[in-house]
């Protein structure tokens, strides 16, 4: 692509002022004169066909056009500085900003641990990491990867994408509500306990994932004595002994080694969603989503 190089003039001395409330001080910090940033400026706005300062004796004060234009400007000379900064590291130490999303919980429970690793391995980098369980469109958000639960197989030509693997779903309890309930023989027996469920964004519940005869997952909706829009409170809930639950082992993984937590009728587990890290493809050879998606192999669900 051709570049017209009329473009970039007067751009640093746009920024600079802004930045440091005068062409006065503009102008010291790029060791220039005053009136040569001022008339930059002024050939700028004459190029652009648009006032960026209203001027007055006191200061300077970006127009609206001057703002839109101001964080334009700020963007790219950003990723100009970051692919400076690949470059000079000869494109083997992550430098740079990565923009992350995860589910609340998962990410909470399993992302951050590797990724406070990752963080004090390559100090360099900077993390934005946003925690949400609604779907993240990886372009429109400018996310440089995401962990999902539940999606499609396949993707997209633009996505990449690797399978962690399954969770797997199993009916638990504690010890002191089994004592006090009775274990339960059977799936009609588990009908007749208190279930504690979690409460999905969009109102409704989660339903009991039963395996059918056909070898096929169906879906039951209980009654229910708690319904908990969180996966951790889900779980401190059946420890403190108020019911029963169905839950994926990697968010009950410490309650069960620990023995907080006891499968019931471990023949009705069954697999749950699938979980995939996923990212745009273009950037997957840059160093910092390389080295992250490295560091993430370790993220397995069994």
Not at 174 to 193: C, F, I, K, T, V
Not at 284 to 291: E, F, G, H, S
Request: hydrophobic share 45%; proline share 6%; with cysteine.
């Amino acid at each position: 692509m051709m570049i017209n190089q009329d473009r970039l003039k007067g751009i640093t001395p746009f920024v600079a002022s802004v930045e440091h409330g005068s062409f006065t001080a503009a102008a010291e910090n790029l060791h220039l004169t005053s009136s040569a940033v001022s008339k930059s400026v002024a050939r700028l706005e004459a190029r652009l066909g648009s006032r960026l300062f209203e001027r007055t004796t006191r200061r300077l004060a970006l127009t609206d056009a001057g703002q839109a234009f101001y964080e334009t400007c700020t963007r790219v000379l950003g990723e100009l500085a970051e692919a400076e900064s690949v470059l000079a590291a000869q494109r083997s130490i992550p430098v740079g900003r990565l923009r992350i999303a995860v589910p609340n919980t998962f990410g909470r429970m399993h992302v951050m641990p590797l990724l406070n690793q990752f963080c004090q391995q390559n100090p360099e980098m900077q993390i934005n990491l946003a925690f949400s369980d609604r779907f993240v469109d990886l372009f429109e958000e400018g996310v440089d990867i995401a962990i999902r639960i539940g999606g499609p197989a396949e993707y997209p030509p633009s996505l990449g994408f690797r399978f962690l693997g399954n969770e797997k779903l199993i009916f638990c309890a504690s010890p002191e509500y089994l004592a006090r309930q009775g274990m339960p023989g059977s799936l009609q027996d588990l009908a007749n306990h208190r279930a504690i469920v979690y409460d999905r964004v969009d109102g409704s519940t989660s339903p009991w994932h039963l395996a059918s005869p056909d070898g096929r997952t169906a879906m039951r909706t209980v009654p229910h004595r708690m319904a908990l829009g969180d996966g951790e409170a889900q779980v401190a809930a059946v420890v403190a002994g108020l019911g029963v639950a169905q839950m994926a082992t990697w968010l009950m993984e410490k309650e069960l080694a620990s023995g907080e937590l006891v499968q019931i009728l471990p023949g009705l587990a069954v697999e749950g969603l699938p979980l995939y890290i996923v990212w745009p493809r273009k950037k997957q050879l840059t160093p910092k989503v390389a080295a992250l998606l490295s560091a993430l192999e370790r993220l397995k669900i069994d």
